[in-house]
């Protein structure tokens, strides 16, 4: 296990920070509404939201992998600083490969692979 410092900045292709629009629920005069925000991305960010959603083959994730990622969203969630076992990792590099863009997969990529040589 190694820890890994989830608050890595992904940069853009001007090679600034990177931003992304998130949703989220607020109560106004009694009404719940989703507000969205322009949020930085790092490597928490990235990592949850690749644990979450599923490109393809939805229907064959078994219950136990469903388990797994989501217990791998809460500890990602719930953390800056994290430790993942080489089997986590190399799992989440898979997912990685399948849902980013080449500019935050290969930093994400390299981020991972940095922790665990």
């Known amino acids: 296990m190694k820890k890994l410092d989830l608050t890595q900045e992904i940069l853009d292709s001007r090679g600034v920070v990177a931003k992304q629009k998130y949703s989220r629920s607020v109560e106004e005069d009694g009404v719940e509404k989703d507000v ?42 719930d953390n800056e600083q994290t430790e993942f076992s080489q089997e986590e990792i190399d799992f989440i590099k898979k997912l990685v490969i399948r849902r980013c863009m080449p500019l935050w997969a290969g930093q994400v990529l390299q981020m991972l692979n940095k922790n665990y040589e």
């Open 36 to 77: 969205l925000e322009w949020q930085n991305v790092n490597l928490g960010r990235v990592m949850a939201d690749c644990v979450l959603y599923e490109i393809a083959d939805t229907k064959k994730i078994t219950e136990k992998e469903h388990l797994m990622r989501y217990d791998l969203f809460k500890r990602i969630r």
